[in-house]
Nanobody, 114 residues
Protein backbone atom coordinates (compact mmCIF):
# COMPACT_ATOMS: atom_id res chain seq x y z
CA UNK A 1 0.00 0.00 0.00
CA UNK A 2 1.23 3.45 -0.85
CA UNK A 3 2.90 5.36 1.95
CA UNK A 4 3.58 9.07 1.85
CA UNK A 5 6.49 10.50 3.81
CA UNK A 6 6.66 14.28 4.15
CA UNK A 7 9.79 16.07 5.32
CA UNK A 8 11.56 19.41 5.22
CA UNK A 9 9.37 21.41 7.55
CA UNK A 10 10.55 23.37 10.51
CA UNK A 11 10.64 26.90 11.84
CA UNK A 12 11.18 29.99 9.74
CA UNK A 13 10.93 33.71 10.18
CA UNK A 14 8.48 35.75 8.16
CA UNK A 15 9.95 36.24 4.72
CA UNK A 16 11.98 33.08 4.97
CA UNK A 17 11.92 29.92 2.87
CA UNK A 18 11.44 26.21 3.35
CA UNK A 19 11.36 23.29 0.94
CA UNK A 20 9.09 20.35 1.62
CA UNK A 21 9.58 16.91 0.13
CA UNK A 22 7.10 14.08 -0.24
CA UNK A 23 8.45 10.61 -0.85
CA UNK A 24 6.05 8.08 -2.33
CA UNK A 25 6.86 4.44 -1.68
CA UNK A 26 5.46 3.38 -5.06
CA UNK A 27 5.90 4.74 -8.54
CA UNK A 28 2.69 6.34 -9.75
CA UNK A 29 1.76 8.73 -12.49
CA UNK A 30 -1.13 10.70 -11.11
CA UNK A 31 -1.70 14.31 -10.29
CA UNK A 32 -0.31 15.08 -6.85
CA UNK A 33 -0.99 17.88 -4.42
CA UNK A 34 0.13 19.52 -1.22
CA UNK A 35 -2.44 20.22 1.46
CA UNK A 36 -2.15 21.92 4.82
CA UNK A 37 -4.08 22.00 8.04
CA UNK A 38 -3.72 24.81 10.53
CA UNK A 39 -4.84 24.41 14.16
CA UNK A 40 -8.61 24.56 14.40
CA UNK A 41 -9.07 24.68 10.64
CA UNK A 42 -9.98 22.22 7.93
CA UNK A 43 -7.36 20.74 5.65
CA UNK A 44 -7.03 22.81 2.49
CA UNK A 45 -5.45 22.42 -0.90
CA UNK A 46 -2.27 24.46 -1.37
CA UNK A 47 -1.00 23.39 -4.79
CA UNK A 48 -1.28 20.57 -7.28
CA UNK A 49 0.76 19.25 -10.17
CA UNK A 50 -0.32 17.05 -13.05
CA UNK A 51 1.42 14.03 -14.45
CA UNK A 52 4.49 15.17 -16.33
CA UNK A 53 4.76 18.38 -14.34
CA UNK A 54 2.24 20.59 -16.05
CA UNK A 55 -0.18 22.12 -15.53
CA UNK A 56 0.09 23.26 -11.95
CA UNK A 57 -2.53 24.87 -9.71
CA UNK A 58 -2.08 27.14 -6.71
CA UNK A 59 -4.46 28.34 -4.09
CA UNK A 60 -4.69 32.12 -3.94
CA UNK A 61 -2.75 32.06 -0.69
CA UNK A 62 0.18 30.32 -2.39
CA UNK A 63 0.32 32.08 -5.74
CA UNK A 64 3.57 33.88 -6.41
CA UNK A 65 5.24 32.46 -3.31
CA UNK A 66 5.10 28.65 -3.54
CA UNK A 67 6.27 26.36 -6.32
CA UNK A 68 5.24 22.72 -6.65
CA UNK A 69 7.38 20.31 -8.64
CA UNK A 70 7.95 16.60 -8.99
CA UNK A 71 10.70 14.13 -9.83
CA UNK A 72 8.98 10.93 -10.94
CA UNK A 73 12.29 9.11 -11.31
CA UNK A 74 12.76 9.51 -7.55
CA UNK A 75 9.08 9.27 -6.55
CA UNK A 76 9.30 12.75 -5.03
CA UNK A 77 7.03 15.78 -4.96
CA UNK A 78 8.36 19.10 -3.69
CA UNK A 79 6.91 22.33 -2.40
CA UNK A 80 9.25 25.30 -2.40
CA UNK A 81 7.85 27.96 -0.08
CA UNK A 82 9.24 31.49 -0.23
CA UNK A 83 8.19 34.74 1.44
CA UNK A 84 6.65 32.77 4.27
CA UNK A 85 3.98 34.39 6.41
CA UNK A 86 2.75 33.52 9.91
CA UNK A 87 -0.52 32.38 8.36
CA UNK A 88 1.41 29.65 6.53
CA UNK A 89 1.87 27.91 9.87
CA UNK A 90 0.29 24.47 9.51
CA UNK A 91 0.99 20.78 9.08
CA UNK A 92 1.61 20.10 5.41
CA UNK A 93 0.60 16.86 3.71
CA UNK A 94 0.91 15.44 0.22
CA UNK A 95 -1.58 13.14 -1.50
CA UNK A 96 -3.39 12.65 -4.76
CA UNK A 97 -4.90 15.76 -6.23
CA UNK A 98 -8.21 14.02 -6.85
CA UNK A 99 -10.00 10.70 -6.54
CA UNK A 100 -9.71 8.30 -3.65
CA UNK A 101 -6.91 9.49 -1.40
CA UNK A 102 -4.19 7.29 -0.03
CA UNK A 103 -3.80 7.14 3.74
CA UNK A 104 -2.44 10.45 4.97
CA UNK A 105 1.20 10.55 5.98
CA UNK A 106 2.40 12.06 9.21
CA UNK A 107 2.74 15.47 7.65
CA UNK A 108 5.46 18.06 8.07
CA UNK A 109 5.06 20.88 10.55
CA UNK A 110 5.80 24.38 9.29
CA UNK A 111 5.93 27.19 11.83
CA UNK A 112 6.45 30.77 10.76
CA UNK A 113 7.04 33.28 13.50
CA UNK A 114 9.41 36.04 14.49
Amino acid sequence: QMQLVESGGGSAQPGGSLRLSCLMTETVFVSMAWYRQAPGKQRELVASISRGGTPTFYADSAKGRFTISRDDAKNLVYLQMNSLKPEDTAVYYCDKASGNRWPWGQGSQVTVSS
